[in-house]
């Protein structure tokens, strides 16, 4: 069995912090931390929705993730100094996005709009599902929001939604890769669930070589056990709101 | 039980034509039909690597997919035009790429590049996964192409590579599905599998609600038999090579 | 006198090819072939105009014109990915759509727009002339289209169109140049007629050094014999409509 | 007979105005004037050549052609602004330098690029043949500069160029055309000539309806005589180098 | 003390011209040259302001600043073709614009929009600052056009506006630096004043190491009776409108 | 008087912070808080320098700067999907550059680059102030982890750097204005000061009405003393290290 470099179990989450109303002016904001990787996430209220959801009585909520330059272990250049958003990023932008609706009453939301900016201060591995994580409780902030101001046609949130990634490294599945386990696995995979225990989205690669059902049976069971951990975290860290 | 639109059974695909050399510049060219779907595939040889990857010895695969404007029912914009390729479009690509590249020995391909180009003509439903298994075949010709010139440094496809949407429609889990079956859809999967029956690829995504673990469970089944039935026409097609 | 390098008479044009209805959703479509030379056209029809011609009453049509990667000899970039429109693409794609608009009555086209979508499938010299021909056809459907839905104001063809290259290769006036004959060719033209034998547009290039007005008239001579051809291929390919 | 705006005769030019070295620092510069249309041209040499035609031997003579957003009647974005060259912008510039380059013996230039940047500062019809006529005036000053300096490996310019617009207005044949004739004309058509009386390119355009040859000859022989008093004025220009 | 490349004294400006009516279409135009810097402004005149000011009865002035390729010494990109406008351009089109608002009663302008375009023919340093000089003059002119056609709700200008270089080259503070003393100084600074003496914008920056108050207070004497001398000279080109 | 909303004396700053080594990977990095505006600032060091500067024995230093999109009151759109950096970000970015320069030896430095990274994650007033005075600490660190791998050829550092903003605010001057004393200021200025009390950048605004000579006075007074209090706190910060 490989010991991992931080000695976590297999089966072990990283050090997980979220911490509420980090900024001042969003109508919901959340710092959260898996380890070395730290994510500010804002939520973003708006009255009234894209054109093309207008006077559907319907709302929206969407997401767009970045990176600083140097919150890797080298500096990337800026994708607005580029002049274009990179692929990794537009893919992970649309992930967060599709899994926060996936707990949405559109109808109860009324036509509002929530975007969940999830800017990555620190990398250190699994950022897009600790953006996911984080970001659930940034919306249910907004949502709170909302509601305060009698903005709401009804309770729009369905659920709640975490996510963690999962990997095989040196032949053993693992929960909660950091950057250096994910560069070295060989089967990647992140797991985005409801706090009902159900799948939202599920992303399972060969980094190396093809992975048989067996394989992909442990990192659903590691990854859902994960989920679970991290949704009463974010119980914790919403109690008493 | 859902009657599915064109009277196909529920773990039954559409008709599948893999059509070999319908260019006559390219080093590998497949036009592939789901049905209604056709993707017009160009697998292109150069010699030399991207800079990166420069007296390292090994060759590189990628790919890049794009739709006609008029592929789909109403008219789309050129992204040519727009002047940014848009977030789908750089999903699609990543993922062709990266299932391709699951099954290249890069040291047997030597410094050597091969470029899929999937351009959609016609589009109705499992464009990604139609691209996919096309692009395999492509990738043999074009594979062969160098064999015949001596330009390998061994054998670098470690095996063949097919693909294949699945969903649940009204409660029903059903295989390749088309247009009007994925805009209905409550949970869409793509599955990527070797020849060998092994996953190099697996995206699940609820589009309504969250799902449990049977119904992944199904859809893992029926995607695993929808790539062995597609690994045996690719066998077919490039069969007496 | 040179002989041609697929036996061509001087006057001659390469096989021409025209398959209506390649496409299932666009509401006019062609595959044009001259020779190796493929172009794949969708005419696309959209109710209303563009802002600046809105309560007009008149019609509007307009092209586009693309290669695929891999239509050339050697793959080119997508003007997608490099994030601008060349000028050579930009030029054709206005060229075909000034030659179609020439035949057009926008008064009995009504608010109606139709674009022609010119995709070149595979080049192998005059893509801009053999759009043009098999645009007029997928124009045609497409107003036929519109026709059989009561949607015109009266008829809006007023002509035909068709185009043709012609050239002078090691001194010789030729019609219908393919890729190696373009690329030796000392004079390039390329001649717009209407079906009634009448200029739509002449562009005749020096590519070496300049030429006299006998070589002019010897090359609108050549172009207006192919034009006539051409204008009997549309006719025969539109015929029973 | 239709009487022209500022009183011409049909076969006449406006006042043409060469004025050299209207830059300081430029190796070869010139302010035209045809008329109201009024182009600043600047000639830059540089040591060397494109990347393509590095180690050639050969010499590159290139263009860019733009409008000040003044020059016209109503002010225009600026391409900078917008973040693209438009079509029509790439197709002169395209043209400008074709149209030069006909004229140049690149072995004779050594490897040394020209580059000839048209500037409209004022457009009132005929920017592009005014460019070209003004382009070849300060591209042999740009060559003097050259040979003064020992650069040049033998007499790079095989002749001269001169272009003027001709078209049909009010179905009569014209010489010269100001926006507003340019606006109304049935035939537009830019005629680019060497200073010996042969065509280097010829692009007649039908607006409204197709012209028959008669109408083609007739505009050839008025864009003839035009180059010829053209070429006689560029002749005066230059003369007493 | 330093003697200057064109002898001048250290508080003299250069020859300073002021040409009005440059252009035929603008509502305001002049070329404005300070040596042999050349800029050609033009001022348009459109009735409505941008969207975000639309209804609230107010004008509004904006600027735009841009080089010619072969302005300088040595060519440069055009920023058209490069797809983007630069820092140094956008920063000095903000500072234009913002100088000239400092003199305008929004109010009084009415829903009118006035752009006011600098395009540098020639540069040999102070640019930015003949510009501002130069486009008060041009606003004048412009103003004057719309009060002629009474779309004016009052007197939109509350002062004029000039502006000068000042800078520290050799030791020894100077007025008015051309393109090699500006390079060599070791402080630059622009001084933007109200006709009235007053300071509508002050920039000033250590080229090589800090400065003090001393040659700050030098500085701001300098530019103060430059720009007094600039008025006079605005006055005078004024003069009789 | 008017009284500070905050209740601070006019010539008193607000609280300011300055946490080092905020980030794990970064080779220097800094939080740096000036009442509620909070900016990140990373300086990254890379062994080599821009092309331009190749063979020199001379270092670099750049900044870029950028607001995270809710930073601000209301959400603005990111500049990486708007395909292009705001004029306004530009010019701060090049501000930031040019300070931080000004107390840099280049041949000390020896041929490395520094870039510092200033992103804002809360914006109050005084962003561009805050990140200078930040950015100078993450660079003594920079600098100090260059000189600890004895990778630079002498002290680089010849000054340090400081800066903040002032106004005039209901006609009072004030210092280190928050967003909504910078919203109704009638000028706006910044000052940049070496530690040694001299001026590297002083950059004052009219935003109404023009300024008389004894506000620029009283601002410069005020600029300077808040400087001194800040290097101070800069000092402070980096002793012991």
Same mark, same amino acid.
């Given at each position: 069995?490989?010991? /991992? ?10 050090? @997980? ?9 969003? +109508?919901? &904001? ?25 006077? &559907? ?13 140097? &919150?890797?272990?080298? /500096?990337?250049?800026? +994708?607005?100094?580029? #002049? ?6 537009? $893919?992970? &932008? ?5 899994? =926060? ?9 009324? +036509? ?7 800017? @990555? ?15 659930? *409780? ?7 929001? %909302? ?7 009804? $309770? !729009? ?15 053993? !599945?693992? =929960?909660? =890769?950091?950057?250096? $386990? ?9 797991? *985005? ?8 989205? *599920?992303? #399972?690669?060969?980094?190396?070589? !093809? ?8 990192? %659903? +069971? ?5 989920? *679970? ?11 008493? /709101?």
């Amino acid at each position: 069995m490989t010991i /991992r470099a931080d000695g976590r179990a297999n089966d072990q989450l990283r050090d @997980v912090k979220i911490t509420r109303g980090w900024l001042d002016h969003a +109508e919901g &904001s959340v710092l959260v931390e898996f380890g070395h990787t730290r994510v500010l996430i804002a939520a973003s209220v708006t009255e009234g929705v894209p054109r093309w959801r207008k006077g &559907s009585g319907l709302g929206w909520v969407t997401s767009e993730y970045a990176m600083l330059p140097r &919150s890797t272990h080298t /500096r990337s250049d800026r +994708e607005s100094i580029k #002049g274009r958003v990179g692929g990794r990023t537009h $893919e992970i &932008s649309r992930l967060i996005g599709r899994s =926060l609706r996936a707990v949405i009453d559109y109808q109860a939301l009324g +036509e509002n709009t929530i975007v969940l900016d999830c800017d @990555v201060l620190q990398a250190d591995g699994g950022t897009r599902t600790a953006s996911i994580t984080g970001a659930y *409780v940034a919306l249910a902030d907004a949502v709170d929001w %909302l509601r305060h101001r009698n903005l709401l046609a009804g $309770e !729009p949130l369905t659920g709640s939604v975490a996510a963690v990634s999962v990997g095989v490294v040196g032949g053993d !599945p693992m =929960l909660d =890769l950091c950057y250096t $386990e994910d560069a070295a696995a060989e089967v990647d995979m992140n797991v *985005v669930m409801s706090g009902a225990g159900e799948f939202i989205e *599920v992303q #399972g690669t060969a980094e190396g070589k !093809p992975f048989d059902r067996t394989t992909l049976d442990d990192l %659903l +069971e590691l990854g859902s056990a994960g989920c *679970v951990a991290l949704t009463r975290l974010q119980e914790k860290a919403l109690a008493g /709101r």
